[in-house]
């Protein structure tokens, strides 16, 4: 097993009824790689990061973790294997989801003290810790709705970071936020980039992807179309499909 690999997907195929969304996919990404993901809305780039963080099923294929093997050509893993391959991944999704009766330290203490089994005092010097590079130490106290966009957002970052995981996953961190907040995000995750934090990134954001990854996937109808560095990809693209999608993004 190369662990240098953290994620290792293999013929991983999911549908939804009679809707094949994900085809054939198979990927892998080593320890400090930033990868993006891009592709048109309904490709299927939302189902693939939910199968990974296994809050979808998959019907085949194989997701190996780092060391924990989450499903083996179609099989699932024990629960013990699967609660251990799911801690070696966060997920920050487009819409916050943060508890909105938690306080922000709440927000962010909750899962290290019921999953990690983390003392409160220890889960919140580490909550503090996140929070003060966030730039949010002041909005400890605060309540989510009191928080713009681009702050609740930090906190889900560093609220995924809390626990510590192995690889962190994007599903679109700027879609749902005003131009001039998606700056202040790019900027976390390009400081996480340069501490050589593990990531997969689904972004429309062509130019920080470009900037940002090291290899960018271009996903289609549930498959990928076209894979490669991610300047070269963007920049260069081979494929019609490539072509055609970053036209519409003014790339092209
Ligand atoms: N829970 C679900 N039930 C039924 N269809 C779904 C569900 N989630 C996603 N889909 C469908 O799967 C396809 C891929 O969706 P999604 O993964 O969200 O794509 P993307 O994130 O690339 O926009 C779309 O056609 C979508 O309507
Ligand atoms: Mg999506």
Do not use: W
């Not at 320890?31 to 085949?60: Q, Y």
Request: aromatic share 6%.
């Amino acid at each position: 097993m190369d662990t240098s690999e953290v994620i290792k997907i293999e013929g991983l195929r999911k549908s939804f009824g009679s809707l094949a969304v994900l085809k054939d996919i198979s990927f892998s990404v080593q320890r400090g790689e930033v990868v993006a993901v891009i592709g048109p809305s309904g490709s299927g780039k939302s189902t693939l990061l939910r199968c990974v963080n296994h809050l979808e099923l998959v019907e085949a294929g194989s997701i190996r973790i780092s060391d924990s093997v989450m499903v083996k050509d179609g099989v699932y893993a024990h629960a013990d294997i699967l609660r251990s391959a799911c801690l070696k991944t966060g997920l920050v999704f487009q819409n916050f989801n943060l508890f909105p009766h938690f306080s922000v330290l709440r927000n962010i203490t909750e899962a290290q003290v019921r999953v990690l089994r983390r003392k409160p005092a220890q889960a919140k010097e580490r909550a503090m810790s996140l929070l003060e590079k966030m730039g949010l130490v002041d909005k400890a106290a605060s309540y989510p709705c009191e928080l713009s966009g681009g702050q609740q957002q930090r906190v889900c970052i560093a609220r995924a970071l809390a626990l510590d995981p192995e690889v962190l996953f994007f599903d679109e961190p700027t879609s749902a936020l005003d131009p001039e907040l998606t700056g202040e995000i790019l900027k976390v995750i390009r400081k996480l980039a340069e501490e050589k934090m593990t990531m997969v990134i689904v972004t429309h954001e062509m130019a920080f992807a470009r900037d940002v990854a090291d290899r960018a996937l271009f996903m289609d109808g549930g498959r990928f179309v076209e894979e490669g560095g991610a300047a070269e990809l963007l920049d260069n693209p081979q494929q019609e499909r490539t072509k055609a999608f970053l036209r519409r993004f003014g790339g092209q």
